[in-house]
């Protein structure tokens, strides 16, 4: 049985190496799994590239794929799953996040029939600020998606081939992982393990890129928002015809107090104003989806690799 395990390398150089030693400490009990290693090098601007080939250069399981830039994760991810060849496949970050022993019992999962095995973390050590901002996306996504998303379950999973094979066949641009796990359906299990703390270096994500990750997506995953602009747009011109009918028959009963409203035209203009700009931009959210759907390009150029293509096979 060979076992693939695919990790997204962003600017790691002080934990490319440590993350290889943990797992190849963890596997070399294992005799009757073999075990190959995908790693992604995502235009890093450190040394991630220069040791990843070192590491190459040691270790005859490891396979590399460097891009010609920084894609995102999520274009590492399919890269990996792409040059993946295990009859399973762990996908794991590359900042001793995600611990190698859960793979043990990922595989297990799998012997025993599962196709996705997901790893739940605990929220220990987190700050305050990064779990509430979790749980708010995990609140407002779960509402505005037909997907469901549970909380701590991050990309740490293991996908069996046929779910590998599924999650590649869907080829759309703007990719979000965590919904296409879900979409593809299977059977799923999740294991819990202990949160870890980033051992070395920073998160590639802040506040900006978390934002952008939340409403990504959320859009890209159905119309609902579409729908929310068109129900809160017709609610509002219910109650403006309500206001109009009331002011109506305000000027038959008391003609006398016809003095127009400052107030009150200011308060529709703003509020009125401030509707129809989000809706703009929500729309705006999914033409530009549209935008780069349609230019089919790539989803990543590859720059080095290891891996020999199919014409040189
Ligand atoms: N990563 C990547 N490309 C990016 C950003 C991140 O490949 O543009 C990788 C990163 O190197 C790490 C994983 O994705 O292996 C998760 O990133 P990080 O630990 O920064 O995210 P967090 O754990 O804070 O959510
Ligand atoms: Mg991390």
Same mark, same amino acid.
Request: charged share 25%; hydrophobic share 40%.
């Given at each position: ?21 943990? /797992? ?66 762990? /996908?794991?970050?590359?900042?001793? #996040? ?31 600020? #990064? ?183």
């Amino acid at each position: 049985m060979l076992v693939s395990i695919v990790i997204p390398f962003y600017n790691e150089e002080e934990s490319i190496v440590k993350t290889h030693e943990a /797992l190849n400490h963890e596997f070399v009990k294992e005799s009757d799994i073999n075990f190959e290693y995908v790693f992604v090098n995502d235009g890093s601007r450190d040394r991630t590239l220069d040791l990843m080939k070192e590491i190459v250069a040691r270790d005859p399981k490891v396979k590399f794929v460097s891009f010609s830039r920084n894609f995102g994760k999520e274009a590492a991810i399919l890269a990996g799953f792409e040059h993946a060849t295990g009859e399973l496949v762990v /996908l794991m970050d590359g900042d001793l #996040q995600h611990p190698p022993s859960v793979v043990r019992q990922m595989i297990q999962g799998y012997l025993e029939g599962y196709d996705i095995i997901s790893a739940k973390r605990t929220r220990d050590g987190e700050s305050r600020q #990064q779990t509430f901002f979790a749980k708010a996306f995990y609140r407002v996504a779960n509402n505005l998606m037909d997907i469901r998303l549970v909380d701590g379950v991050s990309d740490f999973r293991a996908f069996s081939r046929r779910a590998v094979d599924a999650i590649i066949s869907l080829r759309e641009y703007n990719r979000f992982s965590k919904g296409i796990f879900s979409w593809i359906g299977f059977k799923e299990k999740t294991i819990e393990y202990q949160n870890q703390l980033r051992q070395a270096g920073t998160t590639k994500f802040n506040f900006k890129s978390s934002m952008n990750y939340a409403i990504q997506g959320i859009t890209s995953f159905n119309d609902r928002p579409l729908r929310l602009c068109v129900n809160v747009g017709l609610g509002c011109l219910a109650l403006a015809a309500l206001y109009v009918i009331w002011q109506f028959f305000a000027y038959i009963l008391h003609p006398e107090d016809a003095v127009s409203g400052y107030f009150t035209t200011i308060f529709a203009v703003v509020l009125f104003g401030g509707i129809q700009l989000i809706s703009i931009g929500v729309l705006g959210e999914y033409i530009g989806k549209i935008y780069y759907e349609v230019k089919q390009r790539p989803h990543y150029i590859i720059e080095q690799t290891n891996i020999k293509s199919d014409q040189e096979k």
